[in-house]
């Protein structure tokens, strides 16, 4: 395959012209807003080694390959590495809490072993073959995180990614509309694990998640954590408001990461660390020092007020989770909450149950923007928002006294932007 013999003569792949360094390979893809071919002279220019394109006219140098299809192209480049290397590659996925994990098992496996992982949100059907891509001789274990909205696209990774080992943080009620309804996210999120066992390896998933259990009934090579006495690895973990412990027989250590609903995600990465032979005295320190970043699970502080930032993404299960662990916090709590994507025929009745739910907890006031939003009845301490600015000034004059103010909505409400 002349691409990827040309890609083992880089130093590496990039899709993107404004990241251009000397000896990349450049892949020209294309989108609904976006064509990569008009952009191979730039790459050159700047130093690519090449270019893989599928248009005529954008072979403008000798190692510019004119492929059918240069996304498929990747894929297959990226399949193609992969199966040069022996190493263990954890597959993960789940509707909530998959790049935290990520994140945590990344810095509890480093204790040990040089570890490859994804970066940022690359979980997607660009995303993975690019982490595949960036594996070398240097790596001992490669956490490949796979985000989907509809059945068959985790099947497509694992063709790629080829998994040994695999772990569900949970099944939610998330991307409803492309999956069809709850069951059919557990048969999408389920496709990990039909590649993991079909090769006979570990799969990791709680203890809580009746679903999962009922689906893998006749596999024996299954992990299940969390905090059932039923559950194959736990750790003594408990809560204090939206405070984590690390409980021993001597002390109380708090995690910097907080939220009650992120108590199984700390317990899912350790259970992977200790499957892989490392003693918890060395996997526990980074687990217990990781501070989230990039608008998830973040404590900010403006003027009187604790900021809880957690406008990364939001579908109905994450909203509950977030609301939940908030609410332990103590004084006056403020919701500021952006609308949930991606839920179809379900947006309007799961958009007001969460309105109702609402209602029933001890919140000062409960602020809401986005569309889906406007079709709600909303109660008298409940307020809509069709502007921005508006809210945000409302959050600058809340924020001059004592509060807790959680924010949380789909990326494409883009909440942080509150804070600006």
Known sequence: ????????????ITIDTRQVYKNLLFVALKGPNFNGNRFVQDALNQGAIGAIVDEEEAVVGENCILVEDSLKCLQHMALKHRERFTIPVIGLTGSNGKTTVKELLQRGLSAQFNVLATKGNFNNHIGVPLTLLRITQDHDIAIIEMGANHQGEIKSYCTWAKPSHGLITNIGKAHLEGFGGLEGVLKGKMELFDAVCSSGGEVFYPSDEEGIAKMLSNYTHTTTY??????????PIEVDGDILQYCDPKNKTPFHLKGSFNRNNVIGAAALCSHFSIESEDYLPPLLEYNPQNNRSQYLKRNKATIVLDAYNANPSSMRASIDGFMARPGKKILILGEMKELGKYSRDEHQALVDYLQALDISESLFFGDEFSHSLLAGNQTFYTNKEDLKEHLLRQSNSPCSILIKGSRSCRLEELLD
């Open 1 to 12: 395959m002349k691409a990827y013999e040309l890609f083992l003569q880089s130093s590496g």
């Open 226 to 235: 969390g905090l059932k006495p039923s559950a194959d690895f736990s750790l």
